[in-house]
Structures are given as structure tokens and as C-alpha cells.
């Protein structure tokens, strides 16, 4: 089993700048992929970003290019999701979710790739 446990959630003006964390432990030579996902009130979970360990690279939704910037330890023991330029479209609970080898973004953005979850920490932009 992996346990996975973000925090750097907040309150935060429009343009202003978050970094989300997630801490890996228990099973962790079992992860070669995490990610973040976000879901919003009323909304669908959504992929935000992921970075893989097995030659996946990074992969980004559209609407985070160039704005967030995922990264994580050669240990792979924490994933880091910073955050700049936020806008109050980006409020929503951000999940971490870690799994096994991919590398292509088809797959690295499907949730059902990912067996492990955490508990969601809130981001809220203000306008």
C-alpha cells in the first residue's frame, strides 16, 4: 500500500501563486507515475498534471500549460505542484494520486491508472 498526503492548499488572490506537496510513504518502490487532479463543486475530477519516473516525462492539461509546473524528488518519495497565475476558475480540492509505469499522456491522465489516492487539499481563488 501507498499512503499519500498533500498540503500547501489555501486561500489565494487572482494571479497569485500556490505550491501544492505530496508525500509518498509505505510502498513506494511500486510508484513510477503521479499525478494531480482537481475537482471542483458540481464538476467532474479532472487531470491536471503528471510526471512520470519511467521515461513518461511530464504532461500537462491545456488549461495549466504554463502556468503550473509539476516536479519531484529522484526518490520519488514527493511531487510537487506549483502554481502560478491562478485565476478563481482554478478553485477546486487537488488530489495527488500515485501509480504504476506509463508514459504516454493518454494514460497518464486517466484516473483509473492511479490506485492510490489522497485525501484532497482545498485551493480557493479570489477574484
Known amino acids: 500500500q501507498v499512503q499519500l498526503v498533500e498540503s500547501g492548499g489555501g486561500l489565494v488572490q487572482a494571479g497569485g501563486s500556490l505550491r501544492l506537496s505530496c508525500a509518498a510513504s509505505?510502498?513506494?518502490?511500486?510508484?513510477?507515475?503521479m499525478g494531480w487532479f482537481r475537482q471542483a463543486p458540481g464538476r467532474e475530477r479532472e487531470f491536471v498534471a503528471a510526471k512520470s519516473w519511467s521515461g513518461g516525462g511530464t504532461h500537462y492539461a491545456d488549461f495549466v500549460k504554463g502556468r503550473f509546473t509539476i516536479s519531484g524528488d529522484g526518490a520519488k518519495n514527493t511531487v510537487y505542484l506549483q502554481m502560478n497565475s491562478l485565476t478563481p476558475e482554478d478553485t477546486a480540492v487537488y488530489y495527488c494520486?500515485?501509480?504504476?509505469?506509463?508514459?504516454?499522456?493518454?494514460?497518464?491522465?486517466?484516473?483509473?491508472?492511479?490506485?492510490?489516492w489522497g485525501q484532497g487539499t482545498q485551493v480557493t481563488v479570489s477574484s
Open positions: 494520486a500515485a501509480g504504476p509505469a506509463a508514459q504516454t499522456m493518454g494514460v497518464l491522465s486517466n484516473p483509473q491508472l492511479y490506485p492510490y
Open positions: 509505505g510502498r513506494t518502490s511500486s510508484v513510477y507515475a
